[in-house]
């Protein structure tokens, strides 16, 4: 079964299973905070034919200035299928988005964590399949690790799996390029993340995908990431 088709199985269960949560009949909302217009439009059609445009001001403003968590988890399916489909701007949204769940969802029933849970995987499935992505390779990390706190082992182990696909491959060019740069953090996860870095898999990674490249500036990427993975793997530490 390949990516895409995982993430539509995983976003159908993901409706189905909030589906328990109709659109509320009254939201409670700031009146000089969320414009009237913008709430109209995100009532007006049903959820999955809501547009990214319609729903950014609730994205925005979400669990603060407008309803609550019965509201948060009617819009969450439509929400991350946007944020998956790039519709929705990732960079502006996703940190937000999947803070506001990972502060909430502790109490959640165990089927709506699965739920959330398997559409996070085929989204990182996504993003090791296509490269580059709204989301970076480091902020999907941080989605999954920081705000979810989900076990990365797992994901760092799913990443090595896919050596022989050269968008994973470009991810991981692209990560230990940024990565020395990242500022300091003591999490577990981020030591996690640091030592497996300096490890071998990033190494066998490029390598692999070195063996068939698609072009001649992919492979002039992977070489000089290649070469600063170990330079950084070398580092006095």
């Known amino acids: 079964m390949g990516a895409d088709s995982d993430l539509g199985m995983a976003l159908d269960r993901l409706y189905e299973t909030f589906s328990r949560y109709p659109l509320p009949d009254k939201i409670d909302v700031c009146d000089h905070c969320v414009a009237p217009e913008s709430v109209q439009a995100a009532r007006a059609v049903p959820l999955r034919a809501l547009s990214a445009s319609v729903l950014e001001s609730y994205a925005w403003n979400a669990l603060s200035t407008w309803g609550d968590i019965?509201?948060?988890k009617y819009y969450l399916p439509r929400?991350?299928?946007?944020?998956?489909?790039?519709?929705l701007d990732g960079f502006l949204h996703a940190d937000g988005l999947t803070i506001k769940v990972g502060a909430y969802w502790h109490d959640w029933p165990q089927d709506e964590k699965y739920a959330v849970v398997a559409v996070?995987?085929?989204?990182?499935?996504?993003?090791?399949?296509?490269y580059p992505r709204d989301v970076d390779i480091m902020k999907m990390i941080e989605i999954i690790a920081d705000n979810l706190k989900l076990d990365l082992c797992d994901y760092l182990a799913e990443w090595e799996s896919n050596a022989d696909n050269e968008a994973a491959a470009l991810h991981m060019a692209w990560l230990v390029e940024d990565f020395p740069v990242q500022s300091a953090h003591g999490a577990d996860w981020y030591v996690l993340l640091e030592n497996w870095i300096d490890g071998s898999a990033p190494a066998r990674i490029l390598e692999d995908a070195l063996s068939s490249p698609s072009?001649?500036?992919?492979?002039q990427d992977l070489l000089h990431a290649l070469e600063h993975h170990e330079w950084w793997s070398r580092r006095p530490k």
């Open 215 to 219: 072009s001649s500036q992919v492979e």
């Open 79 to 87: 929400l991350l299928e946007l944020l998956i489909s790039e519709e």
């Open 70 to 72: 019965e509201d948060f």
């Open 120 to 130: 996070v995987n085929a989204w990182w499935r996504i993003t090791l399949h296509h």
